[in-house]
């Protein structure tokens, strides 16, 4: 039986404590960790979630007070659903590029967000990642769409889509896109 360490408490950082610059901050020091520890899941041109998850943990120490997850589809205020969004544009973009039809009578998509950084069962959503391996056929148009709408209708604070290179060779970066998604959430 292994001896359990006390968790020793973290203080509760504010969503509203955190800027762009401290957000890249952390989250180029999780990517630089998935470079340095992961490169193989890229070389061998792995399934997107098993990145997902391994920048996930690396997170998690990053933002020690909120919960990383990835995949995370459930809507805490409305338990009996998975996360949704209706957004025309959106709905338009799943129909093109994922070849998928919503049902008839629907207006919403379900969503399942690569990762994200917020605390559950609470409107603390601090951050929403897309992201692509260079080998994906669906247009980057429409992870970025879905950013926008993840935080407007979501209310995540931040939002950033990442591109990782499949099949790196040599000492490329794996690392293709680092974009913050610029959000006017007063339109």
């Known amino acids: 039986m292994c001896n359990e360490q006390k968790k020793a408490e973290v203080p509760l950082c504010s969503v509203e404590s955190f800027d762009q610059a401290k957000i890249d901050h952390h989250l180029n020091s999780a990517l630089q960790r998935l470079k340095i520890n992961d490169r193989l899941l890229f070389t061998h041109n792995v399934n997107e979630r098993s990145i997902c998850f391994r920048?996930?943990?690396?997170?998690?120490?990053e933002f020690p007070s909120f919960t990383v997850d990835c995949e995370y589809n459930r809507n805490h205020e409305d338990r009996k659903f998975k996360k949704r969004l209706s957004d025309d544009k959106l709905n338009k973009m799943a129909d093109v590029y994922r070849g998928h039809r919503?049902?008839?009578?629907?207006?919403?998509l379900s969503v399942y967000p690569?990762?994200?950084v917020h605390r559950r069962d609470t409107n603390d959503n601090l951050l929403v990642i897309e992201t692509k391996k260079t080998?994906?056929?669906v247009s980057d148009a429409f992870d970025r769409q879905k950013l926008l709408v993840y935080c407007k209708a979501l209310k995540y604070r931040f939002a950033k889509f990442i591109r990782f290179r499949a099949d790196p060779t040599g000492e490329e970066d794996i690392?293709?896109?680092n974009d913050s998604i610029q959000i006017n959430l007063k339109a």
Request: proline share 0%; hydrophobic share 40%.
């Open 175 to 177: 690392i293709v896109d």
């Open 135 to 137: 080998t994906s056929k």
């Open 55 to 61: 920048l996930g943990l690396y997170l998690q120490e």
């Open 114 to 116: 690569d990762i994200i």
């Open 102 to 108: 919503l049902k008839s009578g629907s207006d919403f």
